[in-house]
């Protein structure tokens, strides 16, 4: 991360596409008043990717389409006896 930077905030309200965009590159911007420091602005953590999630979803499916496919379908009776079989123990 580099070193923090400050900024006026009178030169931030006319600058302030730019401040983001150095921002989002990883500076932090002090904004100060009168040459005192009055806020921070830092990135914003990256939150957790869509695309990620996507395909975590899709493996699901593929992974629940495997399981029929090699299991094949069951009958509520047969659901119902392994749910009753497995209170036994």
Partial sequence: ?????????E???TKLSDILDRVERG???TL???GRPVARLVAVPPSHDAGAGQA???AIR???EK??????TFTIEEILSSI???RKY
Avoid: N, P
């Avoid at 991360?1 to 905030?9: F, L, T």
């Avoid at 399981?67 to 094949?72: P, T």
């Fill in 11 to 13: 030169k931030a309200d």
């Fill in 27 to 29: 500076e932090e911007i």
């Fill in 32 to 34: 100060a008043r009168a």
């Fill in 56 to 58: 975590a979803m899709e």
């Fill in 84 to 86: 009753h079989e497995g």
């Fill in 62 to 64: 593929e992974l629940r």
């Fill in 1 to 9: 991360m580099s070193a923090a930077v400050q900024v006026s905030v």
């Fill in 67 to 72: 399981i029929r496919r090699e299991s094949g």
